[in-house]
């Protein structure tokens, strides 16, 4: 009885050591805007920006990449994981895309020391693998708006959403579409922001 019992543990033993070998390596992922020249609109706004924290569900302040398996049902890859919560990095690259507009004249985070005229507010909707009938796509959707800190009024809102298809199937294809998913519907928000600029000028 007692060699059976330490072939037993013995066999446990090397049954988990075996397991722990074959574990796969994590992996990380980031989204980044593309590096790109400081454009020279044909109007400058004298306007100072502060840019606020994304608001997001719990799940996309997670730093695991989420993917849906059903409408109503989420999951996450533990071994696919972003660089840092979605909400920092989109709202890293929100700044880095208004700040290329070059329409501003200051564009910042909004800290204790930060001044501006309007403070940029915005929701982190999704940002996910998703199961489509017609195939895997990566959506993306944020929502944007503008505070007036003079009038205490929201002047501007706008929200962005889009199904970005994904040619295959791996993790890596996915981030890829989500990177060109959020590169896409930065630039418009951003636009249309300055659209509305815009027109408050023309007054």
């Avoid at 962005?160 to 298809?165: I, V």
């Avoid at 579409?177 to 951003?190: E, I, S």
Wanted: hydrophobic content about 40%; glycine content about 8%.
């Amino acid at each position: 009885m007692r060699k059976l019992g330490l072939t037993i543990a013995v066999t446990s033993f090397l049954a988990i050591l075996s397991g722990c070998g074959a574990a796969r390596p994590m992996k990380f992922y980031t989204l980044e805007t593309p590096p790109v020249e400081t454009q020279a609109p044909a109007a400058q706004f004298p306007v100072e920006l502060m840019v606020g924290r994304l608001h997001a569900t719990r799940l996309l302040h997670d730093d695991r990449i989420v993917y849906g398996i059903s409408p109503v049902e989420m999951g996450v890859y533990n071994g696919h994981r972003w660089a840092e919560p979605p909400p920092g990095m989109i709202e890293t690259m929100l700044i880095q895309q208004l700040r290329a507009t070059g329409q501003y004249k200051s564009v910042q985070r909004l800290a204790g020391a930060a001044r501006g005229e309007y403070i940029v507010r915005g929701r982190l909707i999704s940002l996910e693998e998703l199961d489509q009938p017609s195939g895997i796509v990566a959506r993306f959707s944020l929502q944007l708006e503008l505070f007036q800190l003079k009038t205490g009024m929201v002047v501007w809102s706008q929200t962005y959403e889009h199904d970005e298809p994904v040619t295959k199937k791996t993790v890596n294809d996915v981030v890829e579409a989500l990177q060109k998913n959020v590169q896409t519907g930065l630039r418009q928000l951003t636009a249309e922001m300055g659209q509305y600029f815009a027109s408050q000028t023309a007054k």
